[in-house]
């Protein structure tokens, strides 16, 4: 962009501070259509197991992550990371683990519909993470969406009849997992090189044990299904990098009402290609967090928002990565 000076002012030149932000919304926005459309993946991964394709994430991603590292010669910047750091990352492997976990769990035990309300309570509690930790501020219009999607998870959890511990249970270890990863002042590709090395022994541990016990698919049903197990590792790595970005750049807050993406694109796979069907009470539910999501952003790009900088209101660049002071 050309520089231009009137009376000794540079005009035209982009705020670093605004393409930051930039950078992070587009990110975010990647990671979360990227995982809105994973169920149009791991049905290809059958007749795996869930265990044994999270097992073939981690160990693939690690692949993935050494050879990343390889090339752009990063190895000496993880193995230079302070205690603080790799206990971040090690924060963050086990959150992300414990996610991956109980997911699996909900799904093997046919409860997908509390996996979905899990992603969707997510972003609630990223919202509530990113006030109380980061005291990233919300606008009113910003607060009455937020109580908005209240109600409408509120309005999905009333069909279950119980407190859906499951769903619960993801939306926090994933939430937790954004606090870590914004509080990590490493290079993303870094912290997620040492999040996987950090998960992998008991990934390969599980991966050697189904293997001896004949419990595995790896081997024995063709070069595809192979090729497709090792391809989840690129499945996995692109998403997580994208978030690290996203959270390291944008408040998380807003990380919080982007990923709202996910359950819209999985409703909408869902009734468009599988053929599912939902209730009155569910398009209701869905109506209300497409409502606030709708206001949460408009409201974000307010000129009142915008006055507010760096002050710390949503909107504002809060990016903590490694070349900040």
């Not at 030149?13 to 149009?40: E, H």
């Not at 069907?277 to 928002?305: C, E, H, K, M, N």
Request: glycine share 12%; hydrophobic share 55%.
């Amino acid at each position: 962009m050309a520089r231009m000076r009137d009376r000794g002012v540079v005009i035209g030149k982009r705020d670093p501070t605004d393409r930051s932000v930039a950078i992070g919304m587009l990110a975010g926005a990647c990671a979360y259509t990227l995982w809105g459309f994973f169920p149009a993946f791991f049905p290809l991964l059958e007749p795996a197991g869930a265990v044994e394709i999270v097992g073939h994430r981690v160990v693939w991603s690690l692949v993935i992550m050494a050879l990343v590292l390889s090339v752009t010669r990063r190895w000496r910047q993880l193995w230079s990371l302070d205690r603080l750091s790799w206990a971040r990352i090690a924060g963050a492997a086990g959150f992300i683990t414990v996610n991956w976990g109980v997911y699996v769990y909900t799904v093997n035990s046919e409860r997908v519909t509390e996996a979905a309300l899990g992603y969707t309570i997510n972003p609630l509690v990223s919202v509530l993470l990113g006030v109380l930790i980061f005291r990233e501020r919300l606008n009113r219009p910003q607060v009455g969406a937020v109580a908005l999607a209240v109600v409408a998870v509120g309005v999905l959890t009333a069909g279950y009849g119980h407190v859906p511990y499951l769903s619960l249970l993801l939306a926090t270890s994933f939430g937790f997992y954004g606090v870590v990863k914004k509080k990590l002042r490493a290079d993303p590709v870094v912290g997620m090189t040492g999040e996987v090395l950090v998960i992998a022994p008991l990934a390969l541990s599980v991966l050697v044990w189904l293997g001896v016990t004949g419990a595995g698919t790896f081997t024995g049903h063709g070069v595809g299904h192979s090729a497709l197990l090792a391809a989840s590792g690129v499945v996995t790595v692109v998403p997580l990098l994208l978030f690290a970005t996203a959270a390291q750049r944008i408040p998380l807050a807003t990380v919080g009402m982007l990923q709202y993406i996910i359950p819209i694109l999985q409703m909408a796979w869902g009734l468009l290609v599988v053929g599912e069907r939902l209730d009155a009470v569910q398009w209701a539910g869905f109506a209300l967090i497409w409502t606030a999501v709708i206001v949460f952003t408009l409201a974000g790009r307010s000129p009142r928002s915008a006055r507010a900088g760096v002050s710390g209101r949503v909107g504002a660049a809060t990016y903590t990565g490694p070349d900040k002071p």
